[in-house]
């Protein structure tokens, strides 16, 4: 079984469907903004910080079954916080861009 790169799972459509509209939207805010910081950058794995509000700490997988994420905020984290959703859109953003299929 292959598994996608983290970049494949957080395309902003993808993202989009998987968070609420509400986290969405708040998350491109913090990601337009530049206060999301990429620590590690792997194709399977990729760890984050927020640097504005209270920093917060975000971990991207890609999975077999798919798209994993944890925040260390106090969200319920079954669909992606408004943090993990700045990441995602971080990550997206500093991934090489793929020819259309």
Not at 33 to 46: H, I, Q, R, Y
Not at 49 to 54: A, E, H, L, M
Not at 56 to 69: A, N, V, Y
Not at 79 to 86: E, L, N, S, T, W
Request: proline share 7%; aromatic share 4%.
């Amino acid at each position: 079984m292959s598994v996608n790169s983290v970049a494949d799972l957080v395309e902003p459509v993808r993202l989009s469907q998987l968070a609420t509209p509400a986290n969405y939207r708040m998350g491109q805010g913090i990601a337009a903004s530049g206060a999301v910081e990429l620590d590690e950058f792997g194709p399977l794995k990729v760890t984050a910080r927020t640097t504005s509000g209270t920093p917060r700490r975000i971990e991207l997988t890609s999975t077999p079954e798919g798209l994993e994420f944890r925040c260390t905020c106090s969200a319920h984290i079954a669909r992606p916080c408004k943090h993990v959703v700045a990441a995602g859109l971080a990550t997206w953003e500093k991934a090489p861009k793929r020819r259309q299929r």
